[in-house]
């Protein structure tokens, strides 16, 4: 008999909200730096709290965004604006603090080009800590290249067992954990070699949360959404986009699951938003939601420009785009909205 935690439910209750989804602000140092430099920032302790300062303290945020996912940094700073603990001003516009709590990628060893993500090692000791600091769900992200022997049978297999393990660590300590396997936009594949990978992370993973005793009903999944490669030079659809993403999660991701919040993974935010809007146009047993990172950001992060003067424009862009994907959310989006 699985036993149902009511602090989890609680959290699940809080993040699966109709028209609401999750911000995704957890970049490593290393990816923000690379995000900061486009725009001719430098990352700084200080620029970094500044920026995320910015997100979490945009006026009324909360009514499109359920939960905040942080890097560990950010979970320990004090907002630029008013001092407070970061996780605590999320707090403040009803949005759910949450931490990416992997530790990045390495090369698989005798796999050529192929990753597994690291973490595991001292992560319940981190776990407790980081609910100290407010964190009430967590992330993990594994990646999947597409290539002509890639995703190898090793790579899937591996990467499901060490999400598994994670969740089931997550949930032992009153986390809710996300689960993120995300087969990568990178490269010249079809829409169709996109699919069968997914299938394939996505169909190991569930039989790797069983084997752990994972409780379904209290996990958020985050899929990539089935699309062409980046360099395909393929056009789709969105109906085409929704037909193949929803075919693969109806074969692999169980009823029980409440909240399936798709990564943006290099989409244009306008191509994201339509690509789930066309999904909430069908009937599905989970809610289908957001976990954006770039898609919900790199607007803002462009009016930003690390300027002081432009923190209020910047405010104003990401609460129109968090709209927007709210509203795609409820199968409500236009593209004449943008
Ligand atoms: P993107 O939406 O930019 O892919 O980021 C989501 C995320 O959290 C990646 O781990």
Excluded at 190 to 210: G, V
Excluded at 317 to 337: N, P, V, W
């Amino acid at each position: 008999m699985t036993i149902i935690s009511q602090e989890l439910q609680q959290t699940i209750e809080a993040m699966a909200v109709r028209g609401k989804g999750i911000l995704a602000a957890d970049e490593s140092s290393k990816t923000i730096a690379k995000r900061f430099a486009d725009i001719g920032v430098d990352s700084t302790e200080t620029s970094r709290c500044n920026y995320r300062s910015l997100l979490l303290s945009t006026p009324h945020l909360g009514d499109f965004i359920s939960g905040v996912i942080l890097f560990e940094e950010t979970l320990g700073q004090h907002s630029s604006v008013d001092h407070m603990p970061i996780p605590q001003l999320a707090a403040s516009q009803n949005i759910v603090p949450g931490i990416k709590v992997d530790k990045g990628l390495t090369e698989l060893a005798n796999c050529l080009g192929e990753q597994v993500t690291q973490g595991l090692d001292g992560l319940r000791e981190r776990l407790v800590d980081y609910k100290k600091l407010g964190a009430r769900f967590a992330k993990w992200r594994n990646v999947y290249h597409i290539s002509s022997r890639t995703p190898s049978r090793r790579a899937i297999d591996i990467n499901a067992e060490m999400l598994a393990r994670y969740a089931a660590l997550c949930q032992e300590q009153g986390i809710v954990p996300i689960v993120e396997p995300e087969v990568l936009i990178n490269g010249t594949h079809s829409i169709e070699q996109c699919a069968e990978a997914t299938e394939a992370a996505i169909q190991a993973l569930f039989h790797a949360l069983y084997r752990h005793g994972v409780v379904l009903e209290q996990v958020i999944l985050k899929p990539n959404m089935v699309v062409p490669g980046n360099e395909s030079g393929a056009v789709v659809t969105p109906e085409q986009v929704a037909e193949q993403t929803l075919r693969v999660l109806r074969r692999t991701v169980p009823a029980a699951v409440p909240m399936i919040a798709f990564l943006s993974g290099g989409l244009s935010p306008s191509d994201s938003d339509a690509y789930l809007n066309a999904m909430n146009q069908q009937n599905a047993p989970w809610l289908l939601s957001y976990s954006y990172g770039r898609a919900l950001q790199q607007e803002a992060l462009h009016v930003w420009a690390g300027k002081e003067g432009n923190w209020k424009a910047a405010q104003e862009t990401l609460h129109h785009r968090a709209r927007l994907t709210g509203l795609a959310q409820k199968g409500e989006y236009r593209a004449d909205m943008e």
